[in-house]
């Protein structure tokens, strides 16, 4: 069975830190481009990073650049999201997901493109 948990997530004030956590099971994980998505109260989702299932390719939203790092490690079948310089307007619901990707395209990934595989979501607030 193909998983996706997600922790890490909590309070904090204005320009502090939190790094996320997304434990998978049950994949194959080079063969899965991984992303994070958040979702705040009465907005869209929106993708913020991915990072591809080779090479560690990455992309990420232009709201997060520079504060955000997002990483993979595929022994421990994990991708974690280092948040960094946190704003209110950071505070969401954040998902992990995952999509598998043809060998061709095993280099790439796309913050905006479909996901098949969604964690549970952990919430991040940031507030003073």
């Known amino acids: 069975q193909l998983q996706l948990v997600e922790s890490g997530g909590g309070l904090v004030q204005p320009g502090g830190s939190l790094r996320l956590s997304c434990a998978a099971s049950?994949?194959?994980?080079?063969?899965?481009?991984l992303a994070w998505f958040r979702q705040a109260p009465g907005k869209e989702r929106e993708g913020v990073s991915c990072?591809?299932?080779?090479?560690?390719?990455?992309k990420y939203a232009d709201s997060v650049k520079g504060r955000f790092t997002i990483s993979r490690d595929n022994v421990k079948k994990t991708v974690y999201l280092q948040m960094n310089s946190l704003k209110p307007e950071d505070t969401a619901v954040y998902y992990c997901?995952?999509?598998?990707?043809?060998?061709?395209?095993?280099?790439?990934?796309?913050?905006?493109?479909?996901?098949?595989?969604w964690g549970q979501g952990t919430h991040v607030t940031v507030s003073s």
């Open positions: 049950g994949f194959t994980l080079p063969f899965y481009a």
């Open positions: 997901a995952a999509t598998w990707r043809s060998p061709a395209d095993r280099s790439m990934c796309d913050i905006g493109g479909s996901y098949g595989y």
């Open positions: 990072i591809s299932g080779t090479d560690g390719n990455t």
